[in-house]
């Protein structure tokens, strides 16, 4: 079946550790966003590809980084520099069709930093 | 990007229809209206889009004001699975930078009632 893995599901980690969240797509699509989630709010968006080996900053991209060198692929990497990292994070790719972009979304990962 | 306005949370009752507001008063002519839905403890998935006239799937239906300064989704007959975070975004077709980021704001929260 096609879509979008991001593993693991459950991710915990000590303060001051960088972690790499994987998110894969067997969609054929082009472009791959990362968005970030806390309790009760809506997602926000941190990093976004069009492209393989080109990514541009979301409105919180601060203390995140990520690499784009395959299409099916877009790691995000969570910094010590990210001061709040605790966090649901999800992964999405999107495809153009006729007037629109319809966005599909993996199943998330939960870290805890503490 | 033009800024949507849900309210917070909504109830219905299992079988019968619900209308989900979403006032976007400062939308540009070529701004789509999109709705996402998000289950608990998964990534948001597509439900409908639109531009100027009112469009139904096999999910939902979506009727845009004549002015299009407000939308309304319409679950024609809620069941215990939609209960959901409903989001309303707009997203400028113009293309450019925004591509197709989408821009999430809180959501609705609706509660349907066996």
């Known amino acids: 079946d096609g879509g979008i893995t991001q593993s693991p599901k459950y991710l915990f980690r000590k303060e001051g550790q960088n972690v790499t969240l994987s998110c894969e797509q067997n969609?054929?699509?082009?472009?791959m966003y990362w968005y970030r989630q806390d309790p009760g709010q809506g997602l926000r968006l941190i990093y976004y590809?069009?492209?393989?080996?080109?990514?541009q900053k979301g409105d919180i991209a601060e203390g995140y980084s990520v690499s784009r060198e395959k299409k099916e692929s877009f790691p995000l990497t969570v910094t010590s520099a990210q001061k709040n990292p605790t966090a649901f994070y999800l992964c999405?790719?999107?495809?153009?069709?006729?007037?629109?972009?319809?966005?599909?979304f993996g199943p998330g990962t939960r870290l805890t930093v503490t | 990007d033009a800024k949507t306005t849900q309210p917070n949370s909504m109830e219905s009752n299992e079988e019968e229809p619900v209308h989900l507001p979403c006032n976007h008063s400062?939308?540009?002519?070529?701004?789509?209206i999109h709705w996402y839905r998000q289950l608990p403890s998964q990534g948001p998935e597509y439900v409908i889009h639109?531009?100027?006239s009112n469009v139904n799937n096999r999910m939902a239906s979506l009727a845009i004001a004549e002015d299009r300064k407000s939308s309304t989704l319409i679950l024609h007959r809620a069941t215990l699975r939609d209960a959901a975070v409903y989001y309303c975004?707009?997203?400028?077709?113009?293309?450019?930078?925004?591509?197709?980021?989408?821009?999430f704001g809180q959501g609705t929260i609706l509660t349907v009632h066996p």
């Open positions: 975004i707009l997203r400028d077709a113009a293309g450019g930078t925004s591509y197709g980021k989408l821009t």
């Open positions: 969609l054929n699509h082009d472009a």
């Open positions: 400062t939308i540009s002519g070529t701004d789509y």
């Open positions: 999405a790719s999107s495809i153009e069709l006729s007037d629109y972009y319809e966005q599909y």
């Open positions: 639109g531009l100027t």
């Open positions: 590809s069009q492209i393989v080996n080109d990514f």
